[in-house]
């Protein structure tokens, strides 16, 4: 079964600090992996998209990871804003169609 | 910024009753989808839609649900004889030209209670 695991479930840092968040999949076949940001009561935001060949991707503050290989990636934020207040979701797609998502990181950044 | 809306915000229906949620995607996507959230759980995907068809669709898409694109521009979820476990927030997504690599752009969602 398609599996998407994150870590931490939470986590809260101060305003200007850097945090990295971590997912661990078991999807196959493979075809890419996304980082989403979901503000509370809103739908989610593509971050970032990776391939199979793309090992590091940025978006701004946002930087993605991938081991395709340990089937690891990482999303990690520099220099944290209170905007950055959010669930982030690792979603693994197995085909053009199909995501499959995982639980999230919800981030708390504190001034 | 072009952006997938859906409508209603929130629906409230009795159980067993019909609804229909409603979405418009960005205008020059070809491929949409539906996906729930119940509260507290992971995004589950439901089903995905190309070409007027179906593509791809999960467990969770059984015969209570369709969709339908009526007139070229609305996407619709219709689930029928709703029960309580289908309350759930339910978001509509599109994508561009071609679905490999493309990021999906999401709706605010529907927050469905069934009562």
């Known amino acids: 079964k398609n599996q998407v695991e994150q870590s931490p479930q939470s986590l809260i840092i101060l305003e200007g600090k850097n945090c990295t968040l971590q997912?661990?999949?078991?999807?196959?076949?493979?075809?890419?992996l996304r980082w989403y940001k979901q503000d509370t009561g809103r739908g989610p935001v593509s971050l970032t998209i990776m391939t199979f060949s793309e090992n590091t991707k940025s978006n701004g503050r946002y930087t993605a990871t991938l081991d395709a290989d340990t089937k690891q990636s990482s999303l990690h934020i520099t220099a944290s804003q209170l905007s950055d207040s959010a669930s982030y979701i690792c979603?693994?797609?197995?085909?053009?169609?199909?995501?499959?998502f995982g639980a999230g990181t919800t981030v708390t950044v504190r001034a | 910024e072009p952006e997938v809306t859906q409508t209603p915000s929130h629906q409230v229906t009795q159980m067993g009753q019909e609804v229909i949620l409603r979405c418009v995607p960005i205008s020059n996507h070809l491929y949409f989808y539906w996906y729930r959230q119940i509260l507290g759980q992971k995004v589950e995907f439901l089903v995905s839609?190309?070409?007027?068809?179906?593509?791809?669709k999960s467990e969770i898409f059984d015969d209570q649900f369709s969709v339908e694109r009526p007139d070229g521009s609305n996407f619709t979820l219709k689930i029928r004889s709703t029960k309580l476990e289908d309350s759930a927030m339910y978001f509509c997504a599109s994508s561009g030209m071609t679905g490999v690599g493309q990021p999906q752009h999401f709706g605010d969602g529907t927050r469905l209670s069934i009562l």
């Open positions: 997912c661990n999949y078991t999807v196959s076949p493979f075809s890419n």
């Open positions: 979603v693994v797609s197995s085909s053009d169609y199909k995501l499959s």
């Open positions: 839609f190309y070409n007027n068809e179906i593509s791809e």
